[in-house]
Each structure stands twice: as structure tokens, then as C-alpha cells.
């Protein structure tokens, strides 16, 4: 559990770092916000979806989950 905690985490962190340049910064600690009020894979997945979503409509290319981390598994 703690190595797909971790794995959860990095892929976050590395996802939303790649984002930040192109987000504000309002947008940037609502989805700070949001991933730190997770309470459920449903919530975990709408994270993902958001942070996808906004690379998406700004051009961004993130990097591909790590291991555990992927929502569609």
C-alpha cells in the first residue's frame, strides 16, 4: 500500500509540475485543493480527469503515470 502511495503521489506531483507554467495560479491550488480532499478512487479519477483536461486545452504533454498510479486499471 505505501509503494502505490508513493507511486499515486510522484505521478501527481510530476503530472502538475509539467502543468504549473500553464495554469494560474488560482487553478493550480484548486487542484492542490482537490487532491488533498480525496476521500475515494471517484475523486482520484476526477483529479486525474481535471489535470488531463487542462493540459489538453492548453497543449501540454504530461507524462505517462507510473505503475499504479494509472486511473484506467
Same mark, same amino acid.
Given at each position: 500500500m ?6 499515486l503521489n510522484t %505521478?501527481? @506531483?510530476q503530472?502538475?509540475?509539467?502543468l504549473a507554467?500553464r495554469? %494560474? /495560479?488560482? /487553478?493550480? #491550488?484548486e487542484?492542490l485543493?482537490?487532491w *488533498? !480532499?480525496?476521500? @475515494?478512487? *471517484?475523486?482520484?479519477q *476526477?483529479?486525474v480527469q481535471? $489535470? =488531463?483536461s =487542462? *493540459?489538453?486545452a #492548453?497543449? $501540454?504533454?504530461?507524462? =505517462?503515470f507510473l505503475? !499504479?498510479? =494509472?486511473? %484506467? #486499471?
Amino acid at each position: 500500500m505505501t509503494y502505490m502511495s508513493l507511486q499515486l503521489n510522484t %505521478s501527481f @506531483n510530476q503530472r502538475l509540475t509539467v502543468l504549473a507554467p500553464r495554469i %494560474s /495560479e488560482q /487553478e493550480y #491550488k484548486e487542484i492542490l485543493a482537490s487532491w *488533498a !480532499g480525496m476521500r @475515494n478512487r *471517484a475523486d482520484y479519477q *476526477a483529479v486525474v480527469q481535471r $489535470v =488531463d483536461s =487542462d *493540459a489538453a486545452a #492548453k497543449g $501540454v504533454v504530461l507524462p =505517462d503515470f507510473l505503475g !499504479g498510479a =494509472d486511473p %484506467s #486499471k
